[in-house]
């Protein structure tokens, strides 16, 4: 499966963005999604993940409250809402696919990434 990530930007504290990961090729229902971030000099860590069917999702505690991740899988997509954003929510944001139906905050569980995209957060 390929992704796309988009959606990243320029936002200032306590602003939202949404970010969207596109997926094509094989059947994206097949595949458990999440989202991972990665800031300069740090380890990409995870941020949200959510099941096949989108019943189930979980959070960093970070984001927990701020952030919401969901799925369309008629349109091969998922989505990271994100609100009240602050400075330490700046990094590159990924998201990746998992060929499990269950969501998992591991990154060595996720087969597949995108390219990622640039959240900076300014206060």
């Avoid at 380890?43 to 979980?58: H, Q």
């Avoid at 960093?60 to 330490?88: H, Y």
């Amino acid at each position: 499966v390929q992704l796309q990530a988009s959606g990243g930007g320029l936002v200032q504290a306590g602003g939202s963005l949404r970010l969207s990961c596109a997926a094509s090729g094989r059947a994206f229902s097949n595949y458990a999604m999440g989202w991972f971030r990665q800031a300069p000099g740090k380890e990409r860590e995870f941020v949200a993940t959510i099941s096949w069917s989108g019943g189930s999702a979980d959070y960093a505690d970070s984001v927990k409250g701020r952030f919401t991740i969901s799925r369309d899988n008629a349109k091969n997509m998922v989505t990271l809402q994100m609100n009240s954003l602050k400075p330490e929510d700046t990094a590159v944001y990924y998201c990746a696919a998992r060929p499990r139906l269950l969501p998992s905050s591991r990154v060595n569980e996720y087969e597949y990434w995108g390219q990622g995209t640039q959240v900076t957060v300014s206060s």
